[in-house]
């Protein structure tokens, strides 16, 4: 595919919209991610919004999903294409299932029970309301990694922490949800109707076409 330049949140929400998928840092695929796309100028330079910025600003709008999604790290996916690749990844069960079929474990259930019943919570109280942390629970961030690749839980929003001046530092902090709250359940089980495989075959075709140079196994592994 033609390389494009990313220079605000609108052009990157325009191109995911357009491609499906794009993972934020490089991947199997070569010269396909937030990173290949952007100039250097917009990482990490003070007083200009940069693709960290642009994060924030997208998952607040909703409009694509973002979290970790592509070999846990992260990336953001089209509304369009999210049906296909939640059907892959969930293989046909919801997490109730997966759970009771023993796909699931009973870290990833108490964080599902915390959003479940809170709805969408900041990481550092959902790791508390969860049992994790000093004298809990271990692998937090493990847990969350898996529970976004599987398409259960999704990144809601970002906040920026405070200091006791009330001014924001820092990164921002991830507030989550269960996938369905952010999207909702007509896109997360949109293509239930197909057998998992169908849905696989049908992402790699897609990125085959973007990407003709790349070897199926690539493709496989990015959606793996």
Known sequence: ???????????????VQQIGFLPFFSCAIPNFSIEAFTPSRYWFVEGVDGPWEWRMELARRGVVAYGKLFAKKAGLVSREWY????????????????YEDGLASHREKRVMDV????????????KRLAGFGSGGLKGFDTVMANLQMQTYVTVHSFEYAHDKYGRP?????ARYAVTEDVLGSDVTQGAYNRDPEESKARIIQHLGILCPEAFDDDLEKLIR
Not at 91 to 96: E, L, N
Not at 115 to 126: A, Y
Not at 169 to 173: F, H, I, L, N, Q
């Open 169 to 173: 530092y820092g990164w921002g902090v």
């Open 1 to 15: 595919m033609p390389q494009p330049r990313i220079h605000n949140a609108m052009e990157l929400e325009a191109l």
């Open 83 to 98: 049906p296909d690749l939640a059907n892959y990844r969930r293989g046909g069960y919801d997490f109730d299932a997966r």
């Open 115 to 126: 959003l479940l019943r809170e709805g969408p919570t900041l990481s550092k109280d959902l």
